[in-house]
């Protein structure tokens, strides 16, 4: 390979391409038909054509290990077309140094997991409590919390109110094996007893606690959620173990302490999401300290890793009971699915391909009239009926293109035109539109290819595209990581689509423009 994808996600994992592969504005001719305009030399024309369009059914399972995990979701949301998701995360977690020496006498007072959800920055609620008093030492002090809210997607409020859900940490006492090994969204690892939980209501705060006297901070703690654990079960877990052969390497220890999961009860609401990478694991603990015959017992923390080289690991669970889903995700590759479902987290993805029938009409106008390929586009609209509602419009797709090699193998790449096209000016994979209106639509930019079959003789037998939610991934230095490097195994988005239904103004067609000399 000739990029470099730093672990877990150094890859930008919202950065698409530039504005090469989206754009947002009025459809243009891409470069590759472009001198077909100059000085007046042909008129474009453009005509729609048929297409099978079907959902490909991906038994609600994905890839959602280290490698493949950009952020972690968790929290729940049910709607009447896909049912109810719901997001959950395993994580190991490492000792910060081996063989650690806690003191004479150790005891754990707390321990506090934080996890840092995305958040509005420029939402901001400030309380301040100028007669707080600090607890260990009884000491006057200062008290400031700024809370926002986290980025929500599903239902911000239900009844009028935020949803809050109660998220629960348990010890996983299954081995998660390595970050490098793969794991799937759909497999339960087994958990043993619950360390804590609390309830969250919707909102991230930072804390900054300053001494009247001087000023100075006792306390602070960056934005973030702070999830109580058991003091108890780190004492028998961790400093009790002083000494012995399960804290004295990585390859024990992670045997020893299998790692925690992070889940919610509730089955509604909405999804929000967190850097792995960026979770804290803190223990407050005392000890036994002699200084010139005298013993005090500070108060001093250990912090544990659960950053990178841990086997961080995604877990969703669905119900499709009673979801319309159900109804369309038939996968029908001969004439089309009549709806088209696209959900990212293990969702359906669509599959696309030529009719005959559209490639013989394209290859007739070529050859009988001698009209030339401008552009060529796959448009696909929202669902005005199915998906009208106040969710987000998706804006983030991967497509690529399936093919089958010498040996009937299914292949995949970047289509031809994003290969072929993507240093040319005018390009864009994807054009988007109306994405506050209902519907929206989209164009999926397939020039290249379709004059490769009508004007190349290109085979098309065994070519499809596949759509789906989430954006292609960069590398650190903004190139492309490769076809499959996207963020369809985190991706919160799903919207319905019109499919191949022949009743619909509004069914997915491939839109050509061409012109005549």
């Known amino acids: 390979m000739t990029y470099t994808i730093k672990r877990?996600?150094?890859?930008?994992?919202?950065?698409?391409?530039?504005?090469?592969?989206?754009?947002?504005?009025?459809?243009?001719?891409?470069?590759?038909?472009?001198?077909?305009?100059?000085?007046?030399?042909?008129?474009?024309k453009e005509t729609s054509y048929d297409l099978i369009a079907y959902n490909i059914n991906n038994n609600d399972s994905v890839r959602s290990d280290a490698s493949k995990l950009g952020v972690a979701v968790i929290g729940a949301f049910k709607e009447g077309q896909f049912?109810?998701?719901?997001?959950?995360?395993?994580?190991?977690?490492?000792?910060?140094?081996?063989?650690?020496?806690?003191?004479?006498?150790?005891?754990?007072?707390?321990?506090?997991?934080?996890?840092?959800?995305?958040?509005?920055?420029?939402?901001?609620?400030?309380?301040?409590?100028?007669?707080?008093?600090?607890?260990?030492?009884?000491?006057?002090?200062?008290?400031?919390?700024?809370?926002?809210?986290?980025?929500?997607?599903?239902?911000?409020?239900?009844?009028?109110?935020?949803?809050?859900?109660?998220?629960?940490?348990?010890?996983?006492?299954?081995?998660?094996?390595?970050?490098?090994?793969?794991?799937?969204?759909?497999?339960?690892?087994?958990?043993?007893?619950?360390?804590?939980?609390?309830?969250?209501?919707?909102?991230?705060?930072?804390?900054?606690?300053?001494?009247?006297?001087?000023?100075?901070?006792?306390?602070?703690?960056?934005?973030?959620?702070?999830?109580?654990?058991?003091?108890?079960?780190?004492?028998t877990k961790i400093i009790d173990f002083k000494g012995k052969p399960e804290l004295n390497d990585v390859s024990n220890f992670i045997r020893h302490f299998k790692g925690l999961k992070v889940s919610v009860t509730e089955d509604d609401g909405y999804l929000f999401q967190f850097s792995p990478n960026d979770m804290e694991l803190i223990m407050y603990y005392k000890y036994d300290k002699t200084e010139n015959g005298t013993v005090t017992r500070p108060q001093t923390t250990y912090t544990f890793a659960l950053g990178v080289g841990n086997a961080h690991i995604g877990h969703y669970e669905y119900d499709r009971t009673g979801a319309a889903f159900n109804s369309y995700v038939t996968g029908n590759?001969?004439?089309?699915?009549?709806?088209?479902?696209?959900?990212?987290?293990?969702?359906?993805?669509?599959?696309?391909?030529?009719?005959?029938?559209?490639?013989?009409?394209?290859?007739q106008l070529y050859q009988n009239d001698k009209a030339a390929i401008i552009s060529a586009k796959i448009r696909i609209y929202t669902d005005p009926d199915n998906?009208?509602?106040?969710?987000?419009?998706?804006?983030?797709?991967?497509?690529?293109?399936?093919?089958?090699?010498?040996?009937?193998?299914?292949?995949?790449?970047?289509?031809?035109?994003?290969?072929?096209?993507?240093?040319?000016?005018?390009?864009?994979?994807?054009?988007?539109?109306?994405?506050?209106?209902?519907?929206?639509?989209?164009?999926?930019?397939?020039?290249?290819?379709?004059?490769?079959?009508?004007?190349?003789?290109?085979?098309?037998?065994?070519?499809?595209?596949?759509?789906?939610m989430g954006s292609f991934l960069t590398t650190t230095t903004g190139a492309l990581a490769g076809y499959q490097y996207t963020s369809r195994n985190f991706a919160r988005d799903r919207a319905v689509f019109v499919g191949s239904d022949p009743n619909n103004a509004k069914k997915i067609q491939l839109k050509v423009t061409y012109g005549k000399k």
């Open 8 to 44: 877990t996600f150094a890859i930008l994992f919202l950065a698409i391409f530039g504005s090469v592969l989206l754009y947002n504005c009025e459809p243009d001719p891409d470069s590759l038909g472009e001198q077909l305009f100059l000085n007046g030399a042909a008129e474009g």
């Open 83 to 235: 049912g109810m998701q719901r997001g959950s995360y395993y994580t190991q977690l490492r000792l910060s140094t081996y063989n650690p020496d806690f003191g004479a006498n150790a005891a754990v007072d707390s321990v506090v997991l934080v996890i840092k959800p995305t958040y509005a920055t420029d939402s901001i609620t400030t309380t301040t409590d100028e007669n707080y008093v600090h607890p260990d030492g009884s000491i006057a002090a200062k008290k400031v919390v700024n809370t926002y809210p986290v980025n929500k997607y599903g239902k911000a409020k239900i009844n009028g109110a935020i949803p809050p859900f109660t998220i629960k940490v348990n010890e996983v006492t299954e081995f998660l094996k390595a970050s490098t090994d793969i794991a799937y969204s759909n497999t339960n690892y087994a958990v043993g007893q619950e360390l804590g939980s609390k309830t969250f209501k919707g909102n991230v705060s930072s804390v900054v606690i300053t001494k009247d006297s001087d000023n100075s901070s006792i306390f602070t703690s960056p934005v973030g959620f702070r999830i109580p654990l058991s003091a108890s079960f780190f004492k």
């Open 333 to 363: 590759t001969t004439t089309g699915d009549l709806k088209l479902y696209g959900q990212g987290m293990g969702g359906p993805s669509i599959g696309v391909k030529f009719p005959e029938a559209t490639i013989n009409q394209l290859k």
């Open 387 to 468: 998906w009208n509602n106040k969710y987000a419009k998706p804006s983030n797709f991967s497509f690529v293109q399936k093919d089958k090699d010498s040996n009937g193998k299914e292949t995949t790449n970047f289509t031809t035109d994003l290969l072929n096209l993507i240093t040319a000016s005018n390009f864009a994979m994807l054009r988007t539109y109306d994405l506050d209106k209902n519907p929206a639509y989209y164009d999926f930019t397939v020039t290249k290819s379709v004059k490769d079959i009508v004007e190349g003789g290109t085979d098309y037998t065994n070519k499809y595209f596949k759509i789906d």
